[in-house]
């Protein structure tokens, strides 16, 4: 069983920065691939960064120059660090993970619970 944890989440006032952390545990015999999606009141869920397993990144347009993603792979971490926060930026971040649990099986997205940015003007 796969299971990713986020924390880091709080309360800031645009122009501070956080970095928010997802562990991986279980069964991963294959991570293809971690990202951060978030949604806030109202929106759709989005994705705002992704990692592959080779390294390559991918932002969204709104984030980039801004937020970082990462990984420690000797941890099962995953990281995004977020500077210059807007109020914009406000919701709920979700960590993602596209992983093939076991030799044979299907890779699956599996999501973490959620931690909650509000950035305050």
């Known amino acids: 069983q796969v299971q990713l944890v986020e924390s880091g989440g709080g309360l800031v006032q645009a122009g501070e920065s956080l970095r928010l952390s997802c562990v991986t545990s279980?069964?991963?015999?294959?991570?293809?691939?971690m990202g951060w999606y978030r949604q806030a009141p109202g929106k759709q869920r989005e994705s705002v960064a992704s990692?592959?397993?080779?390294?390559?990144?991918i932002y969204a347009p709104s984030v980039k120059g801004r937020f970082t993603i990462s990984r420690d792979s000797a941890k099962n971490t995953v990281y995004l660090q977020m500077n210059s926060l807007k109020p914009e930026d406000t919701a709920v971040y979700y960590c993602n993970g596209r992983i093939v649990a076991a030799p044979g099986s299907y890779e699956r997205d599996y999501w973490g619970q959620g931690t909650q940015v509000t950035v305050s003007s």
């Open positions: 990692i592959t397993s080779g390294g390559s990144t």
């Open positions: 279980g069964s991963t015999f294959n991570i293809i691939s």
